[in-house]
């Protein structure tokens, strides 16, 4: 099975902040990686997919890279409504992994 | 509108089986996968399988193996997971969510664009 870890597990930001969150792969997984963000009681909403394509509806202020093994996502400038949990998600091959989460909380 | 609307919560005893259901509207239900997924207390969320609503065709993560089954009702637009012999860590929400982008597109990027709200199932004694 493809693992996938997140780093950092949380981080805490302040509105204006620009923000990077990391997902590593153990295997090569091209740019076949997805992102989510969740909120508590919340299913996940996707924000970006082929590694760097904006799902539809979501800020420009997410961007999405990476390729083969390591991946990045950015929110350039926090706003309130982005303080959530976010989660790679590999589409490669099954099983289908999800990391663990990155919790990004207000400072 | 288009949505899943999940079945209710549910209490099991360990070793009782669930069956939860996901309705979709407001789009052609036979043209795209439905995956399931499950979430644990605290934890990142995980894959259990896939069925395409077209033509019944299952594929089952090997960790649930022989204790899932997924299938589907065309004219009711609505899919089905049943999980058997309930333990305690099977614990969590699961939700249904879509696959996109829709079966015929053939692309090779896809992604859960759609999700239900999720079902709580909790095994206790």
């Known amino acids: 099975d493809i693992q996938m870890t997140q780093s950092p597990s949380s981080v805490s930001a302040s509105v204006g902040d620009r923000v990077t969150i990391s997902c590593r792969a153990t295997q090569n997984i091209r740019n076949y990686l997805n992102w989510y963000q969740q909120k508590p009681g919340k299913a996940p909403n996707l924000l970006i997919y082929a590694a760097s394509s904006l799902q539809s509806g979501v800020p420009s202020r997410f961007s999405g890279s990476g390729s083969g093994t390591d991946f990045t996502l950015t929110i350039s400038s926090l706003q309130p409504e982005d303080f959530a949990t976010y989660y790679c998600q590999q589409s490669h091959s099954t099983p289908y992994t999800f990391g663990q989460g990155t919790k990004l909380q207000i400072k | 509108q288009v949505q899943l609307v999940q079945s209710g919560a549910e209490v099991k005893n360990p070793g009782a089986s669930v069956k939860i259901s996901c309705e979709a509207s407001?789009?052609?239900?036979?043209?795209?996968?439905m995956h399931w997924v499950r979430q644990a207390p605290g934890q990142g969320p995980e894959w259990m399988g896939w069925?395409?609503?077209?033509?019944?065709?299952?594929n089952y993560a090997q960790k649930f193996q022989g204790r899932v089954t997924m299938t589907r009702d065309t004219s009711m637009s609505t899919a089905y997971m049943e999980f058997r012999r309930l333990r305690y860590d099977d614990t969590a929400v699961y939700y249904c969510a879509r696959r996109g982008p829709p079966i015929a597109a053939a692309d090779a990027y896809w992604y859960f664009d759609l999700w239900g709200r999720g079902t709580l199932v909790t095994v206790s004694a």
């Open positions: 407001g789009y052609t239900f036979t043209g795209y996968f």
């Open positions: 069925i395409n609503p077209k033509n019944g065709a299952t």
